[in-house]
């Protein structure tokens, strides 16, 4: 009741949370790197941002103001939030500079699929979805799987924010620890980055098959012609 009193007061949309998730988001990095105490508030905003991912959506079904624009904004803020974060873990060396590549390669690619389903005509859910297979549908649009992916981010994300807080650099708020608990420390990340990696090339893969045909189709998927005008 607290929170739909706050949301009536404040009058927030689904698109005004996404914006300042990802204002949360750039927030939190630029406080990375500041000092062991700075790392630790990075880490709560981290978890503030991917908890406002999950309260988009949710203002978006109760007040039924889901949009194909705002469904846009949503990835977008998505794939700003996934590549800040892992650019700037990759530029301190705690991950590979391949990884942000990955995600942002990834990206580049599902969301310019999706925009020539958008121009023949597919919207992002609905019979009239982009994606009609049913593997397709619960790999990228249910609500598993979008739950699945944002756990792992914001795991993935406060790991290497409260290893770069305890035990990196010089303001390391647990220095002096054992060579093999680094190494352990080290290996974890290293489990996490990965299964974030994968489980995102897996929620690509159906856009990846299914707007193949965008391509080889000339703009036309399954017969449908492309009836929308050339200026999208």
């Known amino acids: 009741m607290v929170l739909g009193l706050w949301q009536a007061d404040m009058g927030w949309t689904p ?13 939190a990095v630029s406080l990375f790197g500041r000092g062991g105490w700075a790392n630790l508030a990075a880490v709560g905003l981290t978890v503030a941002a991917i908890a406002l991912d999950g309260l988009d959506g949710h203002l978006a079904r109760r007040k039924n103001l889901a949009t194909p624009v705002g469904a846009q904004l949503d ?3 998505d794939r700003m939030i996934e590549n800040v974060y892992f650019t700037y873990f990759a ?24 925009g020539l389903a958008m121009r023949a005509g597919h919207s992002g859910w609905g019979a009239n979805a982009m994606l009609q297979t ?3 549908q ?16 914001c795991l993935c994300f406060c790991y290497l924010g409260l290893e770069l807080a305890l035990t990196r650099g010089p303001v390391a ?12 420390i ?16 897996v929620r690509g893969l159906p856009v990846l098959a299914e707007g193949w045909r ?12 492309k009836e929308m005008p050339e200026a999208f």
């Open 173 to 184: 708020l647990l220095g002096g620890l054992a060579p093999d608990a680094h190494a352990a």
């Open 15 to 27: 698109n005004k949370v996404t914006l300042l998730r990802v204002g949360v988001g750039f927030a």
């Open 75 to 77: 990835i977008l803020g």
């Open 134 to 136: 049913w593997w397709g």
């Open 138 to 153: 619960a790999l990228v649009a249910s609500r598993w799987s979008r739950g699945i992916y944002a756990t792992l981010k």
């Open 91 to 114: 530029v301190v060396g705690m991950v590979s500079l391949w990884l942000p590549v990955f995600f942002f390669a990834r990206g580049a690619a599902t969301d310019f699929l999706r």
């Open 186 to 201: 080290r290996i974890g990340a290293e489990v996490l980055t990965g299964l974030t990696a994968a489980f995102c090339l």
């Open 214 to 225: 965008y391509i080889v189709g000339g703009g036309t998927r399954r017969g449908v012609k």
